[in-house]
């Protein structure tokens, strides 16, 4: 059978003062736990992948965010369970409460620091791609 296609929609959030992004560490009981990712979720019918992220982060962390332009590609990566489709945004953050509903962690980090992490498999070009980026740079 097919393998279902499953959309999903994260954001690169950057603090452009401190030049760092933020990663976020999935709970360990959910899929893919225990890695490192980009906060978000996926994509619900009748939805833009920027009001999901929004969405994502209101549900995440009770946080409101401005959505930026795409960090690189829509990235496609075949699990077992399916293939998730995932597109990521810039984002800064507009408010400040970081309640931790899916994450047990979460990191600032400078484009240098990015890759020491245990990303998603999916993750691994854009977080390359955000190897080679300054987050002060990022026009909203
Ligand atoms: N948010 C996010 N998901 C990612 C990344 N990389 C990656 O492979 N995924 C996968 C893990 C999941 O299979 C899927 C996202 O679903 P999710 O579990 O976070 O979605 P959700 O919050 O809408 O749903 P749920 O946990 O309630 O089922 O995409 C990433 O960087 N960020």
Do not use: C
């Amino acid at each position: 059978m097919a393998k279902k296609i499953i959309k999903v929609a994260g954001v690169a959030i950057i603090d452009q003062d401190k030049n760092k992004v933020l990663a976020g560490k999935r709970n360990a009981d959910r899929l893919v736990g225990g890695m490192w990712e980009f906060p978000g979720g996926k994509i619900e019918k009748g939805e833009t992948p920027q009001e999901a992220a929004k969405r994502e982060l209101k549900e995440e962390f009770h946080d409101e965010v401005q959505i930026g332009p795409q960090l690189g590609e829509t990235v496609s990566y075949e699990y077992d369970f399916g293939i998730v489709k995932l597109t990521v945004f810039f984002a800064k953050l507009l408010t400040n409460n970081f309640d931790l509903v899916a994450h047990s962690e979460v990191e600032w980090l400078s484009a240098d620091e990015v890759q020491k992490l245990n990303w998603t498999p999916a993750d691994a070009p854009l977080v390359k791609e955000l190897a080679r980026t300054n987050f002060r740079d990022i026009k909203f």
